[in-house]
Nanobody
Framework: QVQLVESGGGLVQAGGSLKLSCVAS????????VIWYRQAPGKQREFVAT???????FYADSVKGRVAISMNNAKNTTYLQMNSLKPEDTAVYFC?????WGPGTQVTVSS
């Protein structure tokens, strides 16, 4: 079993920044990547970014250039640095590892 907990969300003005964290605990042995998703009200959950244990990253076009994903393997923590935030970034952000999901953290960007 793996437990994931996201944190770092909040209310920010457009153009601002937030850094989300996802801490994994439990049986974290797999080399599966960590993936961030988000879900806005009334919309489907969508992919944001992913990182492998080896450090390879991939981003959704909607956030490319504004978001950076990183991982601290020793701390089993994945980070999502989000800059130049837009109102359309407002969503609940979730991290996913293997079949496990965290409860999410709310990001609200005001215009």
């Amino acid at each position: 079993q793996v437990q994931l907990v996201e944190s770092g969300g909040g209310l920010v003005q457009a153009g601002g920044s937030l850094k989300l964290s996802c801490v994994a605990s439990g049986s974290v042995f797999s080399d599966d990547p960590v993936i961030w998703y988000r879900q806005a009200p009334g919309k489907q959950r969508e992919f944001v970014a992913t990182i492998t244990r080896g450090g390879s990253t991939f981003y959704a076009d909607s956030v490319k250039g504004r978001v950076a994903i990183s991982m601290n393997n020793a701390k089993n923590t994945t980070y999502l640095q989000m800059n130049s935030l837009k109102p359309e970034d407002t969503a609940v952000y979730f991290c996913n590892y293997n079949q496990f999901w965290g409860p999410g953290t709310q990001v609200t960007v005001s215009s």
